[in-house]
């Protein structure tokens, strides 16, 4: 009886919430895995880390199959996005989800992260959009804030062109659970995200994330990377091995990362750039400024 009585609270609940409050603002879920546990101090540095989180909320999705992506037909204005000084721009992203100026047509990817997607600048600032400029080409910006290179692989899926592939800053995050994990699932997968779906869950999430957060900060030094950078380095030799042109490109990897870059480049004699050699800046020690994009563009067109 007892039983009966709380499922039938619990189902009433679920109701209420759903029909009266809805969803919490957040995307635990997403943000959890964007940023990691070594992101979680940083957050909560910053000035209005509330905020922050749910304008990121508004940027980013949750997808089966990606984990995340950005939300489709997107016109926001990102101030409060910025994590160094605090400074104006805008996202905005096509109806396939991508960050204008879209280019269907185009036979050259750039694929990577936020610095690749243009984190903290103008759409047309990125450097997909200034190498395009440059090159007078279509340049389709495939760049997703806080992707791995294992999300990257299954978004580019084999599309035929150039790719230009810049991961490493994100792959290392320390996380109790990997991206091959998370990646892999199978049935019970699609049953942990019905559950998760459950207003009551995402509720339990918003009030219990503060706590989950500085426990798992914490546990860092005894958490797994993302991508371990081995596994990092054998997928970039799956993309080495589709046939097309391939770029490698290094903005902010950590050091492990970047030395998978540096041997893979050498054994298969391919074009390598690190951002940092370039002495461009950045707008808070990792994403490029509007200059250092423009001098990444620069710096590829010359490589083609």
Sequence with gaps: MGTAVALSFLALAELFLGGVVGRPSLDRYTLSRLHGADGYTMIASMRDPVLLLEEASSLLMPDTSLLWR?????????????????????????AAAFRLPSAPDAAI?????????????????????????ILGRPVQ??????????????????RPGTLLLAFGANDGHKVPRSDVAWLSEGASGFFRRRIAELHLVQWGQHFLYPLYARVTAMAAASLQDRVAPLDYGKAVE??????????????CSRD????????????????????????????DGCHPTPAGHQRLAEVLAERW
Excluded: K
């Excluded at 799956?238 to 903005?251: D, E, P």
């Design 70 to 94: 950005l939300r489709p037909n997107l016109d926001m204005q990102a101030d409060v996005l910025s994590l160094g000084t605090p400074r104006a721009w805008r996202v905005r992203t096509d």
């Design 109 to 133: 990817f750039a694929l990577g992260d936020s610095c690749t997607f243009g984190w903290g600048v103008e759409d047309e600032e990125a450097w997909p959009a200034r190498l395009a400029a």
């Design 141 to 158: 910006n495939l760049g997703i804030p806080g992707y791995s290179i294992l999300q990257g692989e299954r978004l580019w899926a084999g």
């Design 238 to 251: 799956r993309f080495l091995a589709g046939g097309q042109r391939v770029l490698l490109i290094s903005v």
């Design 256 to 283: 492990a990362y970047r030395q998978q870059l540096e041997q893979l480049a050498a054994t298969h004699s391919l074009p390598l750039v690190h951002y940092e050699a370039l002495g461009a800046a950045t707008l």
